[in-house]
């Protein structure tokens, strides 16, 4: 009998708010691009979106989540945040902020809630997918039920 999977921080979080999402294990732990991990869950690239962490001018932290096969624009990124410009925070600094290493960063059960962007493209889809909060699982629900719980908005995020 195969072993059952631990449940992640975001599992839980989403369990605790009676929210609906299925997960997806792809068995890897290493990190993989985003487009190899929609590959390995036979999705298309427009459903399997990435999570990017930024630090603005004013030293604030923020959360943009985009489809993996897209570019961050870091200038409408830095419009939406109402920032004077933004930069991508390095993966070193990424586990400390945020509990989670890179390849495994979910939008949901960070250590702190940060303000959240999600592409707009988000609400083309029925589901999409989103790291579960460790490499080698993603969780797969509804866009607006995701943008609800975590308060987040919606913004053309990509070049």
């Known amino acids: 009998m195969a072993k059952k999977e631990e449940k992640t921080n975001a599992m839980r979080m989403l369990d605790r708010a009676k929210l609906k999402y299925q997960v997806h294990f792809y068995g890897c732990t290493d990190f993989l691009s985003g487009t190899k991990v929609a590959d390995l869950l036979h999705q298309p690239y427009e459903k399997v979106f990435k999570t990017i962490v930024v630090q603005g001018a004013s030293k604030s932290y923020y959360v943009f ?75 797969e629900m509804n866009p607006y039920d995701l943008i609800a719980y975590l308060q987040a908005k919606t913004a053309s995020l990509i070049k």
Do not use: H, N
């Open 65 to 139: 989540c985009l489809p993996v096969d897209k570019e961050l624009d870091l200038k409408k990124c830095a419009k939406a945040a109402q920032e004077k410009s933004v930069e991508m925070v390095y993966k070193l600094d990424l586990e400390k902020l945020t509990g989670y290493i890179a390849g495994g960063c979910s939008p949901v059960g960070m250590k702190k809630q940060l303000k959240t962007w999600i592409d707009e493209s988000c609400l083309e889809q029925e589901t999409i997918c989103f790291s579960a909060g460790k490499r080698g699982a993603q969780i």
